[in-house]
C-alpha cells in the first residue's frame, strides 16, 4: 500500500532508544503500570495477528469521591514524544497521588503507526477521526479507523473515565511553534489551559495568532473547535473539559518528550489540588 505520510523516527537519549521501538516502550510502560499498581483492560487489536493491542489503564480502586481523568498519546504514530512523554510522566508519578484521583491511560492508540513513525495506521485510516457525536451518542462513520471502532466499543467506560477531564497529546511534526486545542464550557478558556500553554512555552516558542490548520489561533490556544476527533466527541459526551496539546515536531525530541511530561504531570496535579480543596 502506498503511504500518504513521510515516516518520521528520532533517537531518544533519555531512553537511549528509536522513537518508534514498540518493544522498549511496552517494557517501559509495563514497570510503571506495575509500580503504580494499575490494571490493564485490553480493549482490542488493530490486526488480526494480534500483534498489535489497543489497551486502557486504570488504577485499581475507584473511588466515587475522587476526580476522574483520562490521560490519552499515541494517536498519530509520527507523534512520538506524547506516548514517550506519558511513560516519563508516569516515571516521576508519585503512587500515593492514585489515592486522590482516578487515572485513566491511553499509552499508546496507534502502536502499527507508532512502530514505524507514521500518522496512519496499517491500514492508512487517521485513529483520530470518525468519532461522531450525534443524539446523543457517539458513532462512527466511513472515516472511522479499527482503532476508532474499538474505542467506541467502548465508549461508556471512556465516558466515566474521562468524566472531569481529558488531555490528549498530540504533535505537529510540521512546526517549531507550540499550541493547544481546548474545548471547555465556558466563553474563555479556563486558567488550567492556559498554565498548559505556558507549560509548552518553557520549551518552545508559542504559536503567533493567526489560523493553524484552518484553525484560529489566539495566545496560542484553538477554543472551542469541535471536529469528528476522540476528544471532541468525549466532551460533547459530557466530559468536562478536553484539551489537546500539540508540540512541534521541528524541535529536538528530547525537548518534546520532557514538555509533554510536565504538560501531563501539570493536569494531573491540577485535578489533585482541586480534590484537597
Ligand atoms: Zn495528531
Redesign the pocket.
Known amino acids: 500500500m502506498t503511504q500518504l505520510f513521510k515516516n518520521y523516527l528520532w533517537h531518544s537519549e533519555l531512553f537511549n532508544c528509536q522513537s518508534n521501538d514498540l518493544t522498549q516502550f511496552e517494557q517501559y510502560l509495563s514497570a510503571q503500570v506495575t509500580r503504580l499498581n494499575m490494571q490493564v483492560k485490553p480493549l482490542g487489536f488493530i490486526d488480526d495477528h494480534q500483534q498489535y493491542p489497543l489497551s486502557l489503564y486504570q488504577t485499581v480502586h475507584v473511588n466515587p469521591d475522587n476526580p476522574s481523568i483520562l490521560v490519552c498519546a499515541g ?2 504514530g509520527e ?1 512520538s514524544a506524547g506516548p514517550w512523554g506519558l511513560i516519563s510522566a508516569l516515571t516521576q508519578l508519585d503512587p500515593r497521588i492514585l489515592e486522590k484521583i482516578n487515572l485513566s491511560i491511553l499509552p499508546l492508540v496507534n502502536p502499527s503507526g507508532f512502530s514505524i513513525g507514521n ?1 496512519l495506521n496499517l491500514f492508512q485510516q487517521n485513529p ?1 477521526r470518525g468519532f461522531v457525536y450525534q443524539s446523543g451518542q457517539v458513532v462512527s462513520n466511513s472515516h472511522t479507523s479499527v482503532e476508532g471502532l474499538i474505542l467506541q466499543q467502548s465508549m461508556a467506560r471512556l465516558l466515566t473515565a474521562s468524566e472531569h477531564g481529558i488531555l490528549t497529546c ?3 511534526v510540521l512546526l517549531h511553534d507550540t499550541y493547544l486545542y481546548a474545548l471547555e464550557s465556558h466563553a474563555l478558556p479556563s486558567p488550567l489551559s492556559y498554565q498548559l500553554r505556558d507549560s509548552l512555552g518553557r520549551y518552545f516558542p508559542i504559536a503567533d495568532d493567526g489560523e493553524i490548520d484552518e484553525c484560529p489561533v489566539k495566545e496560542g490556544i484553538i477554543f472551542n473547535h469541535f471536529d469528528s476527533s476522540f476528544e471532541s466527541a468525549l466532551f460533547q459526551s459530557g466530559s468536562q473539559i478536553a484539551i489537546c496539546t ?1 508540540t512541534p515536531g521541528q524541535q529536538a525530541f528530547d525537548q518534546r518528550v520532557l514538555a509533554n511530561r510536565d504538560a501531563i504531570s501539570l493536569f494531573i496535579n491540577h485535578f489533585v489540588n482541586n480534590h484537597r480543596q
Open positions: 494517536f498519530h507523534e500518522r483520530n498530540h504533535e505537529d500539540e
